[in-house]
């Protein structure tokens, strides 16, 4: 009875429940796990989605005044004590006066060789078709030239201030739209430099706000004001076309998350730039429109929208003692995330003065030379079952699929047979991407083989990922 008066005296209310309901799609994996995916209900930004899906490759970057300390980025403010986040506080120092230090940062900032159009090209040469670029993380340090606070490249404060490209995250958009890459801003939701997230009154105690919202609701407010503002400064056009905004670090507390005005904040930012993609990151709102994958790459396929972030060394941010990944490496992650489904956003972080380091050109010019062979079996392709057999990958596009054979690494030899499992080509022979040569295969009681002959072997057509292209 209940139920039905519901029905009846509250018709809106079961109507909206009923639409969330549809709305809310649990991607299943291929092995049946499921994951929190909300599909947005505007068309123009689920149409935003699947281009963006078709793009596969793109670049992030995680730049600020902590590049300076080549410590993790904003964390070691952070009083928590985890592995990395109280590192680079000198011994005996008191946390107010390392905090206090680090916020001077901003009096040394002066990066005299930013050049964001050679990135650009690097990204460009690479086969990367979007840019993430980090125009505020946690510690509040804006990379852009906001009118909300001082705390910006852009203040007088700060040395690089009267550089004619001081505007960086600007400059940095558009350096790379001019390559024709779409582009994204990375903007941290947590603002430890604002006294309406970390309450000066009281000592921060973790990354979460430092007052209870229920008793001092105005200062949420105030917060909450303060984010749209900020948002709109980044999409009313001032930085032109932004594609998406990668929102960071969106839990505000342990329990208020829910409640942060995601709605507010997507509409404001999609006033600026229509259909604009957003990544309200861990919310499991239909302001996540896609899901991200932070260090690991997923070892099965997602039926949704989602990306795999990695840095190329053991960090976001410059490191002074940086382990750089293979080119190999990157490229196996590569084929391996776009074989289930995702995006791979490569991290790179460029040093205090605006210099990459020579070992990041290498691989971008690497993974370059890589795709130039292969990259129609990467981009606009979708997942296709079986997905992977051992070390060798696949895609499909159209009426192909794509096999990657990836190597181990350290290892640049292509093996005499390829094993497609029951992949089975629809004509008598099968190539290999950048080369004409017509591959045999036979059917074994196992599945198919495909023979690589030894010319073709002695004089790959690229390294490391050997791409099949078969007809089925
Ligand atoms: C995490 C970290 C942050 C970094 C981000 C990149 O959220 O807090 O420092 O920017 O990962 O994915």
Known sequence: ???????TTKPFRMRKFLHIALLLSIALSAHGQKRPYVAPAEEDVRANIAQWQDLKFGMFIHWGTYSQLGVIESWTICPE??????????????????LRFYEHLKDTFNPIHFDPDKWAEAAEYAGMKY???????????????TNLTDYKVTDEGCPFHSNPRSNIAKEVFNSFRAKGLKAGAYFSIADWHNNDYWWKFFSPKDRYINYDPARWPEKMTSFEDYVESQVRELTNGDYGKIDLMWLDLCEISETYEIHFPWGRIAAAAREGQPGMITVARGTHSAYENYLTSELKIPTEVWNCPWEACMPMTQSWSYNRQPKYKSTQTLLNMLVQVVSRGGNFLLNVGPDPLGILDDEVYARLRGIGD???????????????????VGNVY??????????FY??????NNIPDKIFIGDVVPQGSYVTML????????KKGSDGVYVNIPESLRKIAPCDYVFCLKIKV
């Open 406 to 411: 990836a190597a181990d690494d350290g290892d």
């Open 394 to 403: 696949f895609t499909a596009k159209d009426e192909y699929v794509y096999a």
């Open 1 to 7: 009875h209940l139920f039905l008066l519901n029905w």
């Open 434 to 441: 950048g080369s004409n040569v017509r591959l045999k295969w």
């Open 370 to 388: 890589w795709m130039k062979v292969n990259s129609e079996g990467i981009y606009g392709t979708k997942p296709v079952a079986p997905h992977h």
């Open 81 to 98: 004590l985890t592995e990395w986040e109280y590192k680079g506080r000198p011994e005996g120092m008191t946390y107010m006066e390392y």
């Open 131 to 145: 840019v993430v670029f980090t125009t505020k993380h946690h510690d509040g340090f804006n990379m852009f030239d």
